[in-house]
């Protein structure tokens, strides 16, 4: 009996045992499995997570390709004028120099308003925060004015870079006359750009405001008289001026290369200079005809007259057709501009030269497909530009101007915050960006005492100027429509000729010259 019990205890432990080490074997074979389906899932979350934030561009800001060719052991430049003219693709360089500005914490001598007092001849007093001569350190100088070199160099230091662009004269013409058609009384008078071709002293009337449009308008905002009768003699005198201030000129119509020949001027790594195009206009639609050129063609508009919405009718577009012999009487119209241009279009290809024709197509290369890398990453659409109406982000709605829509763009979405931030930067309009670096700048808005303009911001996509003192092309009024604001009788010109008033128009007069 005891033996039989013993027996069962054992063969009970024995199949325990048993039981127990097939047990663990399933066991072990189930823990296997899924510690390798957790694997799996962790090995493949990791690669998704890869996957999703590179192309994103958390890195490209920081990227090796962001600063390009070496540029040797040189400083960056920070002290930079730089002439804003009309109608060049300025808006778009001025972008830049606000993007690297505020990357770098330097400060800008910004206006009052959004021009420093352009049309009227440059004044020192039209910078916010100048308290006289060298006594605040300013950086950068880069919003629209008439230049006036003996004031600028009140606000800027010794060192200061000094750059302008300029563009073909009839490509200028047909874009100021796109923007201005409805601001400048000889554009509209007419019924087309060719009409007023055809005969500009039956429409031009140099006594009124806002004509200088319509005439050698790179001439004027480089300061010069612009109505002064053609001379080669004259022509060279102010070549030679502008060229002994200016240590580079960009021309417009090679964009890519003046991006290059800037990059190495101010020692600026390559992300500095690549750029998307700002206040492109847009085109008529297909049947309608009239508008053409390049991107350039599309250039900057931080001014004219105030939109709905964006929302221009086709049908008040201005007619921008041209026969070649209208292109050659707007040539010889704008006489003093079409020198000037050919002249600082030879010197910009001697630099070239100089630089070298084989570096140069390899660095434009790499600045076109920098710009097409961070165009997949900051922009929707494939990178075009859309109509403002459509742009969901109300703050970076481009100011409508004139008879034709400005254009912008919309970001990337589900971008991370620094990525954001530097493309941000890249599309933010002119207006808006100006506002946003017055705010740094400057800790407290400057509340308007009672009797002075208030030069707070009162535009969106189809808002208006409403300030008092300014146009609704955000620029001073001169005479009467200024509330009686007039011109000093003894204002110079900065080459030093006396201007002179006459039915509030500034006329320059060389002494002993005819003009």
Known sequence: MDTAMLFRRRARMLRWLVCGRLGPIWMWKALLLFVAIAFTGQLLGVIFNKSSVQPAARSIFSSPDAQGPSLGSC????????????????????????????????????????????????NAHRVKGYRGPRTVEFHIMGNHMRFNKPEVEKVMPADTFYFSIIRDPVALAESSFAYYKEVAPAFRKTKGLGDFADDPEKYYDPRLRNNHYARNLLWFDFGLDHNANFSVTLAQRGQAMIRRTFKLILVSEYFDQSMILLRHALCWPLDAVVSFSLNARQQKPSGIGGISGSWVDKAAAAAGVAGRGGHSEAKMLPNLSLTEEQREKLRQWNALDWYLYKALNRTFWEEIDRFGHTQMEQEVALLRMRREDLARVCLRNGGKPVEAHRIRDKTIRPFQSGLVKILGYELQPRLDNATRTACLRMIRPEIQYKDVLDAKQFSRAVQAQPGQPNHGLMVAAGGSFLRQGFSRTGERLVGREAGGRTVDERERDWDRSRLIRSNQTLIGQEKGRLR
Do not use: D
């Open 75 to 122: 400083q960056p430049h920070t002290h930079i004028m730089f002439l804003k003219t009309h109608k060049t693709a300025s808006s778009t360089v001025l972008n830049m120099l606000y993007r690297f500005g505020e990357e770098h914490g330097l400060r800008f001598a910004l206006p009052l308003g959004y021009q420093l007092g352009y049309p009227l001849p440059f």
